[in-house]
């Protein structure tokens, strides 16, 4: 295997010499999106107005989607209090629909904003209420502007309910740093101002449920495995879009993006209007498509990136940087990102399809070309996929060590004994994992209906092919 020192002199050699790789897409774009020109439907902001407000009266998604996407996303907080529940699968805020508070029942709907309704109070307490308390003390440094310490304390106090009313209504999401900043923005936008009774704060709960595990649901498993697999979608596309930028990258693992894709960028863009604004669009576009932005961040940054020294201490600091400032106008960013999408779907990615659970929220909200008009699921069926994936978790956890195990194992053990270690070890892992992954050295084993192999001769047949499953 060659030296770090070899791959970076390899690199810079390349980065000199190859005048002959694809351009990258310019700032500019390729083609021009289905979705572009919604911003001058009827020829000036009122009318997109209206084109917002009737979209949200009909839950039309497929339009609402469109004109979220489109230049200036909608406009306004006051359209956001209405655009954003519906895009979430809720009516719009004010809405007056009799239906459970949180639709853990299969319900998307809100009930009464009594007090009685939102006694999340009293339920049990979660067990990451401390770390939350601590994010809260930091949160509101960038926005609002010009408030006193008691309004911003008020503040505090009104996030703090919102985390944990939706913690102690789903004590099963596991809290990661970061909420807190998604949290903050859906506060400001939907909440009305603190001088005013605070009738909305139910409201909002019940929608950060719903983004909670409709769309950052990988985010809130017990490990941090399928966030950092969604990490290497990045890589993926810029595989595609820019190989000489790709072939630098490459020399560090992808996760500079955490902090951005792990909060929808809240904790990274300090200004209210630019991430209201990618709000709008993360809302309206599939799950996946964070990582496409952060695609797109990097891409529009390709001249001081491949400027900087090939080394991969450099590298990620320069990339840890991103997206503040934002290197492009943020109607720039959002279009180029959604050409990527467009050019190299998630589903063409190798990480797709060898790193992403088809129990994560990329997969189960992934919706098809022409489906753009369908709502997002329920909170059931999100919770449902929450329990699979834990499962899948839990078991990739236990064949791991396993793993770990036998290989540390491999010399003092004789192989027809280390073929038996194995079969009792898969056993063992089947009976604990419900829905154990095919393909698997348990269900190698279980290829061979109780017949345990009778000479050492039979066991290393065996055991070949066990391996073959344990090491793909």
Request: charged residues 25%; glycine residues 6%; aromatic residues 8%.
């Amino acid at each position: 295997m060659d030296e770090p020192a070899d791959d970076i002199k390899s690199i810079a050699s390349e980065m000199e010499e190859d005048q002959k790789l694809p351009e990258p897409i310019p700032a500019g774009l390729d083609e021009k999106g289905p979705n572009q020109d919604a911003h001058a439907d009827g020829g000036g902001v009122e009318d997109k107005k209206q084109a917002i407000l009737h979209a949200c009266r009909t839950r039309d998604l497929a339009r609402l989607r469109a004109l979220a996407e489109s230049p200036g996303g909608f406009l306004s907080d006051d359209l956001r209090q209405q655009a954003w529940p519906v895009l979430l699968g809720l009516p719009p805020f004010g809405t007056d629909v009799k239906a459970e508070d949180d639709g853990r029942d299969g319900h998307n709907g809100y009930s009464s904003t009594t007090s009685s309704a939102f006694s999340w109070e009293s339920l049990p307490r979660h067990k990451d209420e401390d770390q939350v308390q601590l994010d809260v003390n930091r949160a509101f440094v960038y926005y609002p502007k010009n408030q006193t310490d008691s309004q911003r304390q008020h503040q505090k106090s009104l996030l703090s309910d919102l985390i944990l009313s939706v913690l102690r209504r789903h004590p099963y999401l596991h809290y990661f740093q970061g909420y807190h900043d998604i949290a903050q923005v859906l506060l400001l936008v939907l909440n009305p101002p603190i001088s005013t009774p605070n009738t909305s704060l139910p409201q909002t709960s019940i929608l950060l449920s719903h983004l909670s595990l409709l769309h950052i649901r990988d985010f809130m498993l017990p490990s941090m495995t399928p966030s950092l697999a969604q990490l290497h979608l990045i890589p993926d596309i810029l595989r595609h879009a820019d190989p000489l930028l790709y072939r630098l990258l490459s020399l560090t693992e992808p996760f500079f993006a955490l902090a951005g894709t792990l909060t929808m960028y809240a904790h990274e863009v300090p200004t209210f209007s630019e991430i209201t604004r990618l709000f709008d669009v993360l809302l309206a576009r599939d799950p996946c498509f964070t990582a496409y932005l952060f695609a797109s961040l990097i891409l529009a940054r390709r001249d001081e990136l491949l400027s900087v020294e090939p080394d991969r201490d450099i590298l990620h600091a320069v990339l840890s940087r991103l997206p503040d400032p934002l290197p492009v106008p943020i109607e720039t960013l959002i279009a180029n990102a959604a050409a990527l999408e467009r050019k190299y779907p998630p589903e063409t990615l190798p990480s797709w399809k060898k790193r992403v659970s088809k129990w994560s929220v990329l997969k189960t909200a992934r919706r098809k070309p022409g489906m753009e008009g369908i709502p997002p699921g329920s909170i059931e069926d999100a919770q449902q996929y929450f329990e699979k994936q834990v499962r899948e978790l839990e078991w990739l956890e236990k064949r791991d060590r396993a793993r770990k195990w036998v290989w540390q194992h491999r010399r003092s053990v004789g192989m027809a004994g280390m073929a038996v270690v194995v079969a009792v070890l898969a056993v063992l892992l089947r009976r604990a994992g419900e829905n154990v992954p095919s393909g698997t050295w348990a269900s190698v084993y279980l290829g061979y209906p109780g017949v345990l192999p009778g000479s050492v001769a039979e066991g290393m047949a065996w055991l070949s092919g066990v391996l073959r499953g344990l090491w793909p």
